[in-house]
């Protein structure tokens, strides 16, 4: 049985297409999605979501549907994707804001998946993770057991994380990089794709390479 009937995502992007391929992986069967630009309209169509107005539009749209529902932030930036779950909070309550979880996707029974979380087609979540609030594991990423991932981080398609390794909140592995066991990355930080960290990172910077330096203090 699906969780709701239907998924308001608040973003009509990239990140939404994906995440409404999930949602009707779970058996979601409509999808509705805000952007405040309106030539999104065509794309989101394609996408099989249908584009129901601006954002500050989402208190009305709500109001229409009577069916359960979920509500989810579908943006790739981590500033955009925690304003929009806290406004969604505001409205709805924390029950509204189910996880979004490919049925594809591998998620262990003891992990502790947050609110507004999206996890992507075949990215595995392992024993004991912990998915904060409002974070993306994105397409085929691995996250080990015992790791942390913080609010609003994002892991890349393909990264991987071993186990134990933590990050911090809003921040960002790239595609296809690597955190070996136990490492901590800091919040705010970025780490490049491909890179490979085996030193733990502070809090915004951005890191390069194989192993992994700091190149600059973030700027995102
Ligand atoms: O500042 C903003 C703003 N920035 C973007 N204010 C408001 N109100 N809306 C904003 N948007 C809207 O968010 C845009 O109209 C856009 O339709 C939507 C999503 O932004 P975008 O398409 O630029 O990216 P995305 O968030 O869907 O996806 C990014 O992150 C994903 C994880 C891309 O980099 C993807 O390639 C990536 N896979």
Do not use: Y
């Amino acid at each position: 049985m699906s969780v709701a009937e239907t998924a308001i995502l608040i973003g009509g992007g990239g990140h939404a297409a994906v995440v409404a391929d999930a949602a009707r992986s779970m058996g979601i069967g409509t999808i509705l999605c805000l952007d405040d630009d309106s030539r999104v309209a065509e794309a989101c169509e394609r996408a099989g979501m249908t584009l129901s107005g601006a954002i500050e539009e989402l208190p009305g749209v709500i109001g229409k549907i009577s069916q359960p529902m979920i509500v989810h932030a579908a943006a790739g930036g981590a500033r955009l994707r925690k304003k929009w779950l806290n406004e969604a909070q505001e409205l709805l309550g924390e029950a509204a804001l189910v996880a979004i979880i490919h049925a594809s996707a591998v998620v262990s029974p003891s992990a502790r998946i947050g609110a507004g979380v999206f996890i992507g087609p075949q990215a595995v979540v392992n024993a004991r993770v912990e998915i904060e609030r409002g974070a993306i594991i994105n397409s085929g990423a691995i996250v080990e057991h015992d790791c942390v991932i913080g609010p609003f981080s994002h892991i890349a398609p393909r990264a991987t994380l071993g186990g134990g390794a933590q990050v911090g909140s809003m921040s960002l592995i790239g595609i296809g990089a690597i955190v070996l066991p136990g490492i901590k990355i800091g919040s705010e930080t970025i780490l490049g794709a491909g890179a490979l960290a085996r030193e733990n990172l502070p809090d915004a910077v951005t890191a390069f390479g194989i192993p992994a330096r700091v190149a600059s203090p973030c700027q995102s």
